[in-house]
């Protein structure tokens, strides 16, 4: 397995097993409710999912070298003439 598909491998496992804890689940949500989904600020947290959310965010930053060369390309949509 190579870094990037280990990364990918990594960032679903977080992904499974973070978020769903984190956020409601979408499937449960009217169709209301997730049309405010992305306009929302504030997402309250149950006591157990703040000390797992504060948890994760204490963590070091990873370094991401595929993430830093992408943003530091020249943008497509700029024109830089």
Do not use: C, G, H
Not at 7 to 28: C, F, G, H, N, W
Not at 51 to 80: C, G, H, K, T, V
């Amino acid at each position: 397995m190579n870094r990037r598909t280990a990364s990918m491998a990594e960032k679903s496992r977080l992904a499974d097993t973070t978020e769903e804890r984190l956020l409601p689940s979408v499937a449960s949500q009217s169709l209301e409710q997730r049309r405010e989904l992305p306009d929302q600020t504030v997402f309250p947290l149950d006591a157990k999912a703040r000390r797992e959310w504060e948890e994760m965010n204490r963590q070091p930053a990873r370094d991401l070298p595929d993430l830093r060369e992408f943003m530091q390309r020249r943008s497509q949509y700029i024109n830089y003439d």
